[in-house]
């Protein structure tokens, strides 16, 4: 009897265990527990409990009772199973149109980087080779080179980061100008965008790294005129409309005449606002001729050959473009900043 009840039990369990969709348990429970022939039933039905006395009688009832509640048991536990199978893979099948598409995480791109490739592009356009230039840089090639006084004020400590081998941290991308026309000659046309470094207090419009992107276009016969026609043409395709520039006298020790190129204001078309402080005119970027003794440093021979030079501040164009209020944003690693970029150029 207990053999015969061991036998059922484990080759129900095997069946149930091979059952893979909700009729195929409903066999195994007809050929178990079916009221005409199942093994189970038959089992019970078979027993003749008239022939046994009554301690037998309890025994074997009680076996054959367990093992009828074993198999109810076993086939219902089974029976959720495979349904609850039959309903993932049914919901995983099935699209709902209505449902939003899934957010993919693409990550953005810095306005500054935006800028930078948008810049390179256009120069690129207008024939200007692009060069990188060094972080870590000579006070030769950042001061003496570009005619800047050993005494003059940008050189102090509260300006510069030195470093303990007495190279420095580049304070603006001009550092790249003498390198640039020794490694090229002239004709030369290239712009050198990357990041500089000042030692300065952090506020809303100051960082103590930026980035600039540095032009330079030296030949026979380079005046203003041209300077101002390649800034035309710059500023028309970064700000997608027609815009209009003046120039103010600015000193740099490296430009002559040197100037301060202004932008008429974007936010009130010059009427005058807040943003340009009732000018009708934001500053945007100083440039100027290049100083003789700079073309002189350079291997260039001033008599024959002139330039401009000027120095965009692409973090500064980045916030006009954009409206960013803060200049801190940019480094600040806050996502809910960077998201509201796109993630391509
Ligand atoms: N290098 C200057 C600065 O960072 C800007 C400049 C570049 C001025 C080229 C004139 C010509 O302040």
Redesign the pocket.
């Known amino acids: 009897m207990t053999a015969d009840t061991d036998a059922l039990r484990e080759a129900l369990l095997h069946e149930l265990a091979e059952a893979r969709e909700p009729d195929e348990v409903e066999r195994v429970r007809v050929k178990f527990l079916g009221q005409k022939d199942g093994s189970i039933t038959t089992l019970i039905r078979g027993t003749n409990f008239g022939a046994l006395d009554k301690d037998e009688r309890r025994v074997v009832g009680n076996e054959l009772s367990g093992l009828k509640s074993f198999a109810e048991t076993a086939i219902r536990d089974a029976r959720q199973q495979v349904e609850a199978v039959a309903a993932r893979q049914r919901r995983r099948g099935l699209v709902d149109l209505t449902l939003p598409g899934e957010r993919v995480n693409v990550g953005s791109i810095n306005p500054v980087n935006t800028i930078q490739l948008f810049l390179e592009d256009v120069f690129r356009g207008m024939g200007f080779m692009v060069e990188q230039g060094f972080e870590v840089e000579t006070e030769y090639y950042n001061f003496d080179a570009l005619n800047v006084a050993r005494d003059h004020p940008a050189r102090d400590m509260q300006d510069t980061f030195w470093l303990d081998s007495g190279a420095l941290l580049r304070?603006?991308?001009?550092a790249t100008q003498v390198r640039a026309m020794r490694k090229y000659g002239t004709p030369l046309r290239a712009i050198f965008p990357g990041r500089?470094f000042r030692y300065e207090a952090l506020d809303a419009s100051h960082e103590t790294s930026f980035y600039?992107c540095?032009?330079l276009m030296v030949d026979r016969g380079v005046t203003v005129a041209n300077l101002l026609s390649v800034m035309q043409t710059l500023l028309r395709q970064v700000f997608e409309r027609d815009v209009s520039v003046r120039l103010r006298p600015?000193y740099?020790p490296?430009?002559e005449p040197?100037f301060e190129l202004d932008l008429s204001c974007l936010i009130c078309s010059g009427e005058g606002c807040r943003v340009c402080k009732h000018s009708g005119w934001v500053e945007l970027?100083?440039?100027?001729m290049v100083h003789p003794r700079v073309l002189e440093a350079a291997g260039v021979d001033p008599e024959t050959h002139s330039g401009f030079?000027?120095?965009l501040g692409m973090t500064r164009l980045a916030m006009l473009k954009y409206g960013i209020p803060d200049i801190r944003l940019f480094d600040s690693g806050d996502w809910r900043f960077y998201r509201q970029f796109p993630a391509t150029v």
Do not use: K
Not at 171 to 174: G, R
């Open positions: 304070t603006h991308t001009s500089c600039q540095e032009g600015g740099f490296f430009v040197g970027m100083p440039c100027g030079a000027f120095g």
